[in-house]
């Protein structure tokens, strides 16, 4: 994955009913921490990393690149948006914009997921339109499953990898994300 090439970076915050996406800063950090050494988190991404090793490599003000975005409820963040180009990946997705999403745990369930990432997309939409978006997913992975399904993404395949089945998803330019 590579960050998203020919934006102008970072935009203004983006502000939704109850959310504002922005570009990092340090006060982020135990949460982007948090995010990386959650088990829960990340339970369909791999497993999460050990919590030391995360806390010496995370740098100062972290992840501080053109697609990612801080989510930010009442002022503390609680999830970042990541939309970036596809290098290695299934040929379907190669070369497109990639959309992920990671929130803390204890803002689950709130519909800020759903609400943060249609957001990202309208940005998308009016920055480079007419773009596809891509998104893997592992299928055991319901939550995710159910948000990419509401963001308007519709199967394109499914695969094996990393020894469970993983879901492509995309959506056309011309599906509004709301
Ligand atoms: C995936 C994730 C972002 C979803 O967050 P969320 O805050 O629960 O999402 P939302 O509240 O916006 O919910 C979106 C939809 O998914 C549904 N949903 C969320 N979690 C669910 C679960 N465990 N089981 C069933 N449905 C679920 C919600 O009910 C909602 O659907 P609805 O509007 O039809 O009711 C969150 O669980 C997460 O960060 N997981 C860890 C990181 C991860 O796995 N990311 C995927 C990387 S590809």
Not at 72 to 77: A, H, I, K, R, V
Not at 112 to 126: N, S, V
Not at 133 to 139: E, G, I
Request: hydrophobic residues 40%; aromatic residues 8%.
């Amino acid at each position: 994955m590579e960050p998203l090439g020919g934006v102008a970076w970072p935009p203004e915050p983006i502000k939704t009913e109850r959310l504002v996406l922005r570009e990092s800063e340090a006060r982020d950090r135990t949460a982007f921490v948090e995010l990386l050494a959650s088990p829960e988190v990340n339970t369909y991404l791999g497993g999460p990393r050990p919590r030391d090793e995360v806390e010496r490599e995370t740098p100062e003000v972290p992840e501080r690149w053109p697609g990612s975005f801080v989510v930010e409820l009442d002022g503390t963040m609680i999830g970042q948006i990541l939309l970036r180009r596809a290098t290695k990946h299934r040929p379907a997705a190669v070369g497109k914009a990639d959309l992920g999403y990671l929130f803390l745990p204890q803002a689950w369930g709130f519909g800020y997921a759903a609400e943060a990432c249609a957001a990202a997309l309208d940005w998308f939409d009016g920055v480079l339109p007419g773009e596809p978006v891509v998104l893997a997913t592992q299928t055991a992975n319901v939550g995710s499953m159910r948000l990419a399904a509401k963001l308007g993404f519709t199967e394109v395949e499914r695969f094996e990898a990393w020894g469970a089945e993983q879901w492509l998803g995309m959506r056309s330019p011309a599906t509004q994300s709301t």
